[in-house]
């Protein structure tokens, strides 16, 4: 099987319960470049579960990473093997999330401190596929918060066959906070995953962690190779439209919100019509018009309850009439 390039200059975070296939379809009408993941699957949702569910995608999504959560070497190589065959262009071990779910089945975050375990289920998954496998973390757990202890972490890791790194730059505290706390209270220290990069320089290292603008992300590809952002892109996607302009030095396509809107309508019909409920394709593209004249009126309207039997061309059409002629009227 033939493996992508992946350019790494910018990537979607991993997001349970956001970066759906609905959502990864949105991002790919902003962006042709960035880097996609999808919301971690457990190898046993995997092994056992709805397998079509988790793995659908869409062709144009590429490049497109899958995340995995597990610690079991044998079932993370075999999950990263489905996942090679249905097309996904990487393998991301999630050793970041600090959820108590995570930790009582003893992955995510909590692996950071089983090193030789990590260690294991990498060389296990990059002996099984051919496909890139990579890392998410952070830049520790608890009171193992020191350089050394990041950088023995990575080290180790790499020996074992990663070369890439996504390090959320904060450390994770594994009692007492929620996943939701554990994304804003532990501070922000970019510093040490720079040094990392300086350290390691053969390592492709993204960081992540805060960032909202595409100035900031710019600034960050002095001291690394790549940035991920997760809750930005989120609350206000259309900064993406610039992203492959600015950061991919593409200037092919740049849509304009409307634009937007009028392609993923086509999108909401077809997925209405295979049976989707019109909301859970919507509900991802409600901070499309943030900071726009039209905002609130464009979430109110796509937040409101949708009838039962709604046409969903009809539906997005009000949508777009009713947003556009509030933006005109404020010009
Ligand atoms: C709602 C939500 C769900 C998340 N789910 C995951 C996940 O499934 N896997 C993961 O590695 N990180 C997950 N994260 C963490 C993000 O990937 C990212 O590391 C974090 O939000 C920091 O980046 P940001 O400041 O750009 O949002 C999640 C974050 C949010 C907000």
Known sequence: MQTRQIDRRLSIAPMMDHTDKHFRYFMRLLSKHVVLYT???TTGALIHGDRKRFLDYEKREHPLAIQL?????????ECSLIAEGEGYDEVNLNIGCPSDRVQNGQFGACLMSNTKLV????????????????????IGIDDQDSYEFLYNFIKSVNDAGCD??????????????????NREIPPLNYERVHAIKQSLPSLNISINGGFTELDQIQS????????????????????????????????????????????????????????????????HIIGLYQGQPGARQFRRMLSDAVPEN????QFMDNIIQSVTAKKNLSE
């Not at 709604?310 to 061309?313: D, F, H, K, R, S």
């Open 164 to 181: 890439t790194f996504i390090i959320h730059a904060r450390k994770a505290i594994l009692s007492g906070l929620s996943p939701k706390q």
């Open 39 to 41: 919301e971690m699957i």
């Open 69 to 77: 959560g597990g610690n079991n070497p044998n079932d993370l190589a």
């Open 310 to 313: 709604t046409n969903p061309v």
């Open 220 to 283: 960050q590809l002095q001291h690394v190779d790549g940035v991920m952002v997760g809750r930005a892109a989120y609350q206000n996607p259309f900064m993406l439209v610039e992203a492959d302009n600015v950061i991919f030095n593409d200037d092919s396509s740049s849509l304009t919100r409307h634009e937007i809107l009028e392609e993923f309508k086509h999108y909401v019909a077809k997925q209405c019509a295979l049976g989707v409920n019109i909301k859970n394709l919507t509900r």
């Open 119 to 138: 260690s294991e289920c990498v060389n296990k998954i990059q002996a099984t596929v051919k496909i890139p496998v990579t890392v998410k973390t952070r």
